[in-house]
């Protein structure tokens, strides 16, 4: 404990000072910073408690934090002290701290706990959350830490399992609250009190059903709270909207999203109920497909924080050399028109810019329309027009562009110009690049999305290559036509 | 109706067929498809109700839309048909059907919408949906709508309205359910049932508060439901995750997102509560976030779904105009070099991969750290830590993607490369680029996000610059010193 108040701040330390017999909830505010982010100085805190063997003051320390908090710091620390810290984790903690760990982290958590331990874990956790960290055993853990379990836990796990990844089936917890349209608000309300652990820890509505399982209304239980008792359960639904549960999790996040839903009944290829979404785990979907979206583009996979030199070089290097091999055939062009090249040098500088505009105009062009499909603004019922707006779009900024850089050219070159035709060369090149541009910028995505494919990924690698293509060949051929 | 008719396939005529006298329930499965997007023929029998001038079977088929899907309908049609359906529209859905729209259409429907209907609509909504529509307004307008609003109402609005734009106190509504510890499940139940409009609509959590109004625990309404009437609210809350009301919204749905919560208590300077933020206002928070940051990596603000071709161009041109500034800037230095290109022609063929491929790996590092940033999976604690894993992974790539096109050099111009010296010059200015992107890929928005800028905002602008530049001038550095 010397060290690390030695390089705290005098406003931090004051605060630690008092922490030494401080209430968990004090340890819980020095933990955080204004933001919720874990402070660096209370990893520091963990650290030197692991290194003067301070087990009393690691546990305290550890214990004071909510399990989210728990997981980014075992992301903070390296290995040897994770070591340290695992065991001292309270095990009701256990799963939610497991479940909230990034990839890389979790399956060294997963490796070092003994699988019986894993099972009373896990059994804490809704369906959903505990089967996405089974997925993540290999064969002989799954086996062990699933025969650990209870009968119906077990049950529930493996069929969440038996639905394909990232697909309602797989998001849905299996505890729901569902009653019959004849009971009334008041008998609901006393079946929960007495249901007790058959139902889940949070719900959020009741859905009711007819006599097949199907659902026919939901009701928000802020409502149910507020009717007279004697109210009947049909009088006081409202429309629900089923979700399919082989539906895949992006299609769910729209519907959540649009219809402000907080949670929705899961039912199966009859129709009938069979879990719930609630919208916390929609959320995590929702930022996890932005952050998918936002790294395809980028031609990158992202590896996690925790992730080694050698996985970010697999994650990221592949993009790169086909990016390699997209740029060579883009240049290769260019040895075909060597004299041009070699009689005007003016050319090989020109070029690159007007090939770089080309790239970002597409890479514009693309982000707007991956994000128009992401949230069904681009659909096929507008398609046509949207596209017929983005050449419009092409042509004006193509023009805008040409004029400046032309004008540019002109002044620059002036002598070395051959009667402007250096900056006519390079304005017809603009026009045609960023027309192409944007053209290629909406159909790659469109015809990627036509095709079932995720028009995010490497519909960015196409469109670089298309407009690196263009940029040169334009300017070279150009030339070629007006220079001889 | 038989213009569509003809237009549709045999499974969807049935189905409009039988919806002539169809149940509204009918209409709305007729008109959204499976992904709940409003399908391209209901679409176009919107437009034939119109056409033929069928104001009844107009109204019947916008009737039937949830209000989120009239607000896409509206996005689908053109102007003239748009002032057709606004009249139809059901005065208590029209506040939320506004709300839910695109704000170039928002602001067409708000200016033909009289005053007084408006403020009627708004009063249906919360106090943040509604202050948002305010927003929008004009001063005399928004003058008059608000003259024309309840008194409670109105205050309501304007303190939202005092806060921030995008700050929790925008996000918050004023209406939520406190009560103190001393309070049993019993008597909350009953006090719900009395209390009636003065509560939200819908909620999801209790607050207990202590006798100045400050927040001391949170119960979910599923918990007070399956508790028995007689245990203290003391006895039943959980620790509350308080948000402060000047907080930024970015930083409240990454608490949201982070402890999974489905309701907030928003507090003052004071601490004490004023108001509560629920998860769907969040849900849309964390994907307009997202949104920004693909869009703002791109270079591109969003001039929404139905802007006009020159709100597109304006939102893009000055982009482009920068990077065209930008470019000229990083290839003005080849000008220099001019007599060494003549020399070699290579040169400028080689020239432009390289810059191509630190661009990408510029992208893809800047990327990579904007993700991280936003889920503060970096932060101070480890920026040291990950900076120097770039830098090993920038070395790592850049030294395979060397040899990869190093060699591949040294095969193609064979004869012409003077003894390897252009495989050589290729490989070593490789190695300097996507090192150079890597460390500024990461570097870049870490200072940005520092100086308390957004670090996806001008970050891409500057990597690409960095990579242009970098990329230019260590090939033609390169060849100057091994070639003469």
């Known amino acids: 404990m010397t060290r690390d108040i ?63 908090d728990v997981a980014d710091l075992m992301g903070f620390l390296s290995s040897a002290y994770r070591e340290e810290v695992i065991p001292l984790l309270d095990p009701e903690a256990l799963g939610e701290i497991i479940s909230e760990m990034d990839e890389n982290l979790r399956e060294e958590i997963l490796e070092a706990t003994p699988s019986v331990t894993l099972a009373r874990a896990l059994e804490e956790l809704d369906t959903d959350d505990a089967a996405d960290v089974i997925d993540d055993l290999d064969d002989t853990k799954r086996y062990q830490v699933l025969a650990a379990m209870g009968e119906i836990d077990r049950a529930a796990i493996e069929t969440t399992l038996s639905y394909e990844d990232e697909t309602a089936g797989r998001l849905m917890q299996r505890e729901f609250l569902a009653a019959p349209e004849f009971w009334t608000a008041g008998h609901t309300i006393d079946h929960v009190r007495e249901a007790g652990d ?32 004697e109210t009947r359960l049909a009088d006081l639904m409202e429309a629900v909207t089923e979700i399919q549960v082989e539906m895949d999790q992006e ?85 075909v028109f060597q004299d041009q090249i070699a009689q005007l040098v003016a050319l090989a500088i020109l070029m690159p810019i007007v090939s770089s505009l080309g790239g970002n105009a597409g890479t514009q ?49 002036g002598p070395e110009d051959q009667h402007g035709k250096l900056a006519i060369i390079v304005g017809l090149a603009l026009v045609t690049n960023i027309f192409t541009a944007a053209v290629g910028g909406i159909l790659a995505p469109l015809a990627l999305e036509k095709m079932g494919r995720d028009p995010a990924v490497s519909s960015s690698i196409f469109v670089t290559f298309l407009t690196d293509f263009t940029g040169f060949f334009a300017v070279l051929l150009i030339a070629a036509l007006l220079l001889n």
């Open 251 to 335: 299609e769910v996040a729209y519907i959540f999203d649009k219809y402000h839903l907080i949670s929705a009944p899961v039912v199966d290829s009859g129709g009938r109920l069979v879990g719930q979404i609630t919208v916390d785990d929609i959320v995590e979907v929702i930022r996890e497909e932005a952050e998918a979206d936002i790294l395809a583009l980028a031609g990158v996979s992202d590896a996690g924080r925790d992730a080694t030199v050698i996985d970010i070089v697999r994650a990221r290097l592949p993009w790169l050399l086909l990016n390699l091999v997209t740029a060579s055939i883009a240049v290769s062009g260019v040895a």
């Open 6 to 68: 030695a390089e705290l701040t005098d406003d931090a330390l004051d605060k630690a000072l008092l922490s030494q017999a401080a209430l968990p909830e004090d340890l819980e505010d020095l933990a955080l910073g204004d933001d919720y982010a874990l402070n660096p100085e209370y990893v520091e805190m963990v650290i030197d408690a692991a290194d003067s063997g301070n087990t009393e003051r690691l546990r305290e320390l550890v214990g004071a934090l909510e399990p989210a």
């Open 365 to 413: 062009s693309l982000a707007v329309a991956v994000r128009a499909l992401a949230s069904k603004e681009l659909t096929t019922a507008n398609a046509r027009r949207i596209v017929l707006r983005e050449v419009s779009v092409g042509l004006v900024n193509g023009l805008c562009l040409a004029l400046v850089m032309g004008g540019a050219t002109y002044l620059v070159f």
């Open 198 to 229: 058959s139902l889940p820890e949070l719900f959020f509505d009741v859905y009711v059903v007819d006599p097949t399982y199907k659902p026919v209304g939901a009701i928000p239980i802020s409502l149910l709270l507020r009717s007279r008792r």
